[in-house]
């Protein structure tokens, strides 16, 4: 168990059965497991640049990795149609799951236990992947051919020193990137396909 936190203008993570949220705020309600709450720095910067994105309304969200859900849970609370979650572990999946029914969003989430290989859908409005840089590297073609020209893609997870090499490479693969920023250890880039 763990105390509700806020993270940005918008949300507050809190733990199910805990009703303290302020009233004009989002409640993530997210059973830790062993993948956090969302309080990692590239959880809590993806949430704040999903809140300032009004593309998010009405959107088809692709989360790769996403663990406990909690991003493409917050995308779905922000307007978002409906999402594919995949992840490579069962226990995330189990957990994603979980929290979906928790933010009673599950009718609008796809889970697969699986790669990204897994996935037979493209033409994604926004494509969420807080994985580590080197992963973000290998499977920047696959995920860049999934999103629609002028999606987005919120990528996160990458060390500063993976940081440069990740936007090069999106780059030269057909994005722009809108935004670039550096956390602590990690940093969070938002990505346009042109």
């Known amino acids: 168990m763990y105390s509700p936190f806020n993270i940005g203008a918008r949300f507050t993570i809190t733990p199910p059965g805990d009703a303290s949220v302020e009233d004009e705020r989002i409640p993530l309600v997210i059973a830790k497991g062993a993948f956090g709450s969302g309080e990692h720095e590239t959880s809590a ?11 998010v309304q009405g959107a088809r ?12 849970i917050g995308a779905l609370h ?6 594919v979650c995949i992840d490579i572990n069962p226990d995330a999946v189990r957990t994603c799951r979980l929290n979906c029914e928790h933010n009673g969003v599950s009718e ?7 790669s990204l290989e897994s996935a037979k ?29 002028g999606g987005l893609l919120l990528l996160s997870g990458i060390l500063w020193e993976y940081n440069f090499e990740v936007r090069q490479l999106y780059e030269k693969l057909g994005c722009r990137v809108v935004k670039n920023r550096m956390l602590n250890e990690f ?4 990505l346009e396909k042109i």
Request: glycine share 8%; net charge negative; aromatic share 4%.
């Open 45 to 55: 910067s993806c949430l704040e640049i999903l809140e300032e994105l009004p593309q």
């Open 61 to 72: 969200v692709l989360d790769l990795g996403s663990g406990t859900g909690i991003l493409a």
């Open 78 to 83: 922000l307007g978002a149609a409906q999402a």
């Open 108 to 114: 609008r989430v796809t889970h697969i236990a699986g």
């Open 121 to 149: 859908e493209r033409d994604f409005d926004l494509i969420l992947a807080n994985i580590y840089g080197d992963l973000l590297v290998d499977f920047a073609p696959d995920l860049v051919s999934r999103a629609r020209t």
């Open 187 to 190: 940093s969070t880039v938002l």
